[in-house]
């Protein structure tokens, strides 16, 4: 799918700039069978495979054996001096060592300036072209509209058949012009057959204008032949139901991962799956007695669990987000970066230029959306902006805190500029007025929750899991899932501050601190509230009883939250405080086995 992307993308560039091309798609004639033995051989000992490796290879693909059938019997058997075998599992990557050679060639061309490719950079950045996009034996070829560098890309094909025994197949091989060519009969004599754009690769349109209703005609057809409306007649409603689902998770999810659904179709196939749904084996119109729009809610909100067709396309184009924002070590990321221009580390500048062949303009139109629901983790610090970005689990620092923001000269720095081992390094254009330092405190105890930088690479992630994975699969068991802390609601949910820093959680502190008469300030992370707990702790008369107190906080907590979440109850803040004094009790109770001791004991040995 990364080639579709990349070649929609080439061809948009080359149309801006009202520049003749030629988009060359060959076809390989029986590609496994004519495979040549020698120049498979000669490849892996090229790309430093060993003697013993080659043999083993030779061995596994010459190893087969052939028999004629004369009048209904076998005469006698005899082996084969080319081509691989189809089905058998090596054979796909043995095929692209083959392909590599073809890939080779076509690079040498276009490093001696025989062949050039089709520039995807706007004005002005540094240029990236795109000469060849190979996959298995699907070839795209993009050159400029000349006479001599058709013959160059013939010859090349011609000697590649030759030595690998791989034929193009003139007759099925196509030239599509890009913008107006006017030599294009010169250029038929030399190189197969031509054609007008759009066309097909890999089963996705390419050279279509992205918004068009057109390439989803065959979608549609499809599911129309799909869901028949004879075949209604002998399901039940939940049958229905299942092949609804079945039928759209196959057939367009293919096409809306990396195509907008206009509207149009998208009430086009609603219409086909609610006529499907609800026709059943009436003979007369079924009536809608349900609004669409619930009936494709989910089952635990009262609908039927029918697939929203725009959220759905939303969901697979923003896996393109997802990838250009955490792995930029591909291709397609490179030409994106180059066309488009990153605004941050994480996503492109807006595409403003009018809907063509272009896709990244619908996907890129999805950012703010994406965004809401990832975070980024960082591990080095190296191109995370400080204030700019969304890094902190409270949100941006910029937004929380515009005041200090405008106080430091460091407002463009990223984090590892402002960390040191000690901690932040803040420069602030002034001194502090008296009625700010409150403020400022309140800004670093904030930022002293970040744990330090790491070893590796910033990436993004989704929102509400530590580890970045996102809980699908708990949705799908009837957990409900929120971001959001339980308790307060203000912020999101973390360990740190479920444990230490939200309001009722602080409350349930208060009721042990106070008895102490002990000012502590809440620290931000649980490692040390533990430390600063033991010193707390000192003057106190069972030091034993003391350091049960941070357990049996937390577990009352975690259970409560639990409470809230799986059981969809809650308990006010009296009964939070005596169940946690009751928790207290009874685990002093299991520590002094021998003796009974009432609650009264407890909190006066504190």
Same mark, same amino acid.
């Not at 080779?104 to 062949?115: K, P, Q, V």
């Not at 030759?162 to 030239?175: A, D, I, T």
């Not at 979440?565 to 009790?585: A, D, G, H, P, Y």
């Given at each position: ?15 801006? +700039? ?27 000992? =090229? ?111 011609? +000697? ?19 913008? @107006?060519?006017?030599?294009? @009969? ?88 609610? =006529? ?5 084996? =009436? ?257 106190? =008369? ?65």
């Amino acid at each position: 799918m990364d080639v579709v992307l990349i070649a929609n993308e080439a061809i948009d560039s080359r149309s801006s +700039l009202k520049k003749p091309g030629i988009l060359c798609k060959l076809d390989i004639e029986k590609a496994y069978d004519h495979v040549n033995w020698d120049f498979l051989m000669g490849m892996l000992e =090229k790309m430093g495979f060993g003697l013993k490796w080659r043999q083993w290879i030779k061995f596994c693909i010459s190893s087969v054996s052939f028999s004629v059938l004369i009048y209904g019997c076998p005469s006698g058997f005899f082996g084969s001096q080319r081509g691989l075998r189809q089905g058998d599992p090596l054979s796909p990557f043995l095929f692209l060592l083959v392909m590599e050679g073809l890939n080779n060639m076509i690079m040498n061309a276009n490093r001696e300036g025989w062949l050039r490719g089709f520039e995807v950079a706007r004005a002005g950045r540094e240029s990236l072209k795109i000469t060849h996009l190979q996959y298995a034996d699907d070839t795209l070829k993009f050159c400029d509209a000349e006479e001599d560098h058709l013959k160059i890309l013939r010859l090349i094909l011609v +000697l590649f058949e030759g030595m690998s025994g791989l034929h193009v197949n003139w007759r099925k091989s196509f030239l599509y012009p890009v913008n @107006e060519v006017p030599n294009m @009969e010169n250029l038929k004599l030399i190189l197969g057959e031509v054609d007008a754009l759009p066309t097909t690769y890999l089963g996705m349109p390419l050279g279509a204008k992205s918004t068009s209703l057109e390439i989803w005609n065959g979608v549609i057809e499809k599911c129309e032949m799909k869901l028949a409306r004879w075949k209604s007649q002998y399901l039940s409603l939940g049958g229905r139901l299942t092949l609804i689902n079945s039928v759209l998770d196959a057939l367009p999810t293919y096409m809306m991962s990396l195509f907008p659904i206009p509207p149009g179709v998208i009430n086009r196939l609603d219409s086909i799956r609610r =006529k499907f749904l609800l026709q059943g084996n =009436k003979e007369r119109k079924g009536y809608h007695l349900v609004k669409w729009k619930k009936v494709i809610n989910d089952k635990r909100v009262g609908g039927l669990g029918i697939k929203n067709l725009k959220n759905q396309s939303n969901a697979l184009r923003m896996k393109w987000l997802w990838r250009y924002s955490n792995d930029d070590q591909n291709l397609w990321g490179s030409v994106i970066k180059a066309k488009y221009e990153e605004s941050d580390n994480w996503m492109t500048k807006e595409v403003t230029t009018p809907y063509g062949v272009s896709l990244w303009k619908s996907i890129r139109s999805l950012w703010d959306e994406f965004k809401q629901n990832t975070k980024i983790k960082v591990v080095d610090g190296a191109k995370t902006r400080f204030w700019k970005e969304d890094w902190h689990e409270t949100g941006n620092l910029e937004t929380l805190f515009p005041d200090i923001h405008t106080l430091v000269l460091q407002q463009q720095n990223t984090i590892v500029e402002l960390w040191t081992p000690h901690g932040w390094n803040f420069i602030f254009r002034r001194h502090l007025n008296d009625w700010e330092i409150p403020r400022v405190t309140e800004f670093f105890s904030v930022i002293e929750q970040f744990s330090g930088l790491e070893t590796g690479k910033y990436r993004l992630q989704w929102l509400g899991n530590s580890n970045g994975t996102f809980k699908e699969n708990l949705m799908k068991r009837g957990i409900t899932l929120c971001s959001r802390c339980f308790f307060c609601g203000e912020t999101a949910e973390t360990v740190n501050h479920l444990f230490i820093q939200c309001k009722v959680t602080g409350q349930l502190w208060s009721l042990f601190l106070r008895r102490k008469n002990i000012s502590w300030v809440m620290p931000g992370r649980i490692a040390e509230a533990l430390y600063s707990w033991e010193e707390a702790g000192l003057q106190a =008369k069972n030091r034993s009883n003391w350091r049960i107190i941070p357990a049996t906080i937390w577990w009352t907590v975690w259970k409560e939250r639990n409470l809230r979440v799986f059981e969809i109850r809650e308990s006010n803040m009296q009964q939070i405080k005596l169940n946690c004094i009751l928790t207290l009790c009874f685990w002093c109770n299991q520590i002094y086995s021998n003796d009974t001791v009432s609650i009264n004991d407890v909190l006066d040995s504190l």
